[in-house]
């Protein structure tokens, strides 16, 4: 039978600082202690507090051995004294640990006192550590209070926590405050290093990366993370191995996403979202990741480098050359998008299906057109121009203008980058001295859309029935579709459509044809109400004579 080695200890006791140098990542704290103990400036009460697993326990025992050391060697506890050795053992009587989550009640706090009585056996200092102090009850802050206030000369006190804020403030005054910073990923990337280099073990650069980013800033973490990792692979950790043993989706599956987004496939979106189920991933963390992914692509596209990305070195590269096929608004409705829907994923019963919808959502976006893109085309396509002459003695009659601008400009001149002047709301192109009409494009017109009927569409100008009408959208067009031929015939009759007309062409600052249609067949634009077509037929009837009366 195989025997199981009864003398490991887990990474994180093994490596566990023993001095304040070998502390990681709290140097503002290591320093501010080490020069206290040599200049013999010591409080009586240290609050330390952050998140778990950056150091605080171990710091405070540092702390103590230290204060008690027969041989300190510039501010550090010589871990070879009696006093040190004892403390390393676990053996000391003047350093007490207290695990406040166990000890919160009163009758606790008052051992606590009677035993704080008593001088120190061997050192210069007895001094209680109480871990998660938070959880002490307020009767135990209480009764501890007046000890915090005007110790014995030997007795110290060092409280840590997570959440300082749950603390008295009549506690948290008499102490002095110390803020453990939650850990960058090259301090815990620099500290694996040196333990796998310890341990003979070999690892590549994505795994460290990997197994600090997972840690979330906790030392300790990423130390669990490692052990685990070693159990799983062996001495040899390969990248491919660590993410199938901590359930990790791979980069490449978030550029594959990216990639489908920019190149609009649906089909594959629906794919992709049927690969995350089989695999068993966590819909909200795959979410989650792909908004840091898109999060690193915004960055160097914004900055021009991978600087600001917390990746190998390898996986830097390629978001560079990633970052080209985006532009940055594309990247910020993209995540506003994802933002949005990471809470209604959250509370949702069908997480599967809304997932699907937001990956298909991505994929059906428009993307955005570049200044240059729109210069090119406009050189490229047919463009209507005349000169400021002409535009001046055209006539009210908009398609005959239009067909007179057809017959004039058979051969349209080009316009190069050069000579146009372009402004991207879509108020018009002007081409040194002359003027071109103004092209609205169908998105222009649909986008402006609601804003129109918002200030048009009222009962001041007997409008109210047109936010009821389906509409659609082209270049420089916009068609209103009637069900009711009884509104039909109103409208026209009453002189409706040469008002709508005016408006349209008032608000948009351009040349729109509005035209109305009876029994449209269309697809673009349905009304959006859950009525029958006789229904809607009466509705807008009804609605359209109530205007007629006022």
């Not at 009677?114 to 007895?126: D, H, I, L, S």
């Not at 400009?409 to 108020?427: F, S």
Request: proline share 2%.
């Amino acid at each position: 039978m195989e025997t199981v080695d009864s003398n490991f200890l887990v990474t994180a006791r093994k490596f566990r600082p023993q001095q304040f140098s070998s502390v990681v990542g709290q140097n503002h704290i290591t320093k501010t202690l080490k020069n206290a103990i040599k200049s013999n400036r010591i409080h009586h009460a240290y609050l330390f507090n952050g998140p778990r697993g950056v150091g605080k326990t171990t710091t405070a025992r540092i702390f103590a051995r230290a204060l008690n050391c027969l041989n300190l060697q510039d501010g550090e506890p010589c871990n070879e004294c009696e006093s040190c050795k004892n403390s390393l053992d676990g053996r000391s009587l003047d350093i007490i640990e207290i695990d406040g989550a166990s000890n919160n009640s009163v009758e606790d706090v008052r051992k606590l006192r009677e035993n704080a009585k008593f001088p120190p056996v061997q050192g210069r200092f007895k001094m209680y550590i109480i871990d998660e102090v938070h959880m002490l009850s307020t009767s135990a802050f209480n009764a501890l209070l007046k000890t915090l206030e005007e110790p014995p000369k030997h007795l110290m006190f060092v409280f840590a926590t997570t959440e300082p804020h749950k603390v008295p403030a009549t506690i948290l005054s008499r102490c002095q405050r110390f803020d453990f910073r939650r850990m960058e990923i090259n301090d815990i990337i620099f500290q694996l290093k040196f333990i796998t280099e310890k341990e003979n073990i070999q690892i590549d650069e994505q795994s460290l990366f990997a197994i600090a980013k997972k840690a979330d800033g906790s030392m300790r973490d990423a130390e669990s993370i490692f052990d685990q990792v070693v159990a799983f692979t062996g001495d040899n950790i390969e990248y491919a191995k660590l993410a199938d043993a901590l359930h990790l989706i791979d980069e490449e599956f978030y550029f594959e996403i990216s990639q489908n987004i920019f190149s609009n496939n649906i089909l594959k979106m629906f794919e992709i979202a049927n690969e995350v189920a089989k695999r068993g991933y966590d819909y909200l963390e795959t979410l989650s990741g792909l908004i840091e992914h898109l999060r690193n692509l915004l960055s160097v596209k914004a900055i021009g480098d991978a600087s600001l990305m917390q990746v190998s070195d390898s996986i830097k590269e390629k978001y560079t050359e990633f970052a080209k096929k985006f532009d940055v608004s594309d990247l910020l409705r993209i995540i506003q998008i994802l933002v949005t829907s990471e809470q209604q994923l959250k509370y949702s019963s069908q997480q599967r299906v809304r997932f699907e919808l937001i990956l298909v959502r991505l994929a059906s976006m428009i993307n955005s057109t570049s200044l240059n893109d729109i210069i090119e085309k406009i050189g490229k396509e047919e463009t209507y121009y005349q000169n400021a002459q002409n535009i001046k003695n055209q006539t009210s009659d908009v398609s005959e203008n239009k067909m007179k601008f057809s017959q004039e400009l058979r051969t349209p001149k080009a316009i190069t980058k050069n000579e146009v002047k372009i402004d991207l709301v879509g108020e018009g192109v002007q081409v040194d001295n002359t003027v071109v009409v103004n092209i609205l494009s169908k998105e222009v017109l649909k986008s402006k859309w609601s804003d129109f009927l918002l200030e048009y569409a009222n009962s001041k100008n007997n409008l109210t029935s047109l936010t009821k009408l389906p509409v659609e959208f082209a270049e420089n067009k916009i068609t209103l579709f009637f069900i009711s031929e009884i509104v039909y015939n109103n409208y026209l009759e009453n002189n409706t459509k040469e008002k709508i007309t005016k408006f349209v062409n008032e608000f948009y600052s351009g040349n729109i044809i509005v035209e109305f249609i009876l029994n449209p067949v269309h697809q673009e634009s349905e009304p959006k109400i859950n009525k029958s077509t006789n229904s809607l037929e009466k509705d807008l009837s009804d609605l359209f004579n109530a205007e007629k009366l006022n």
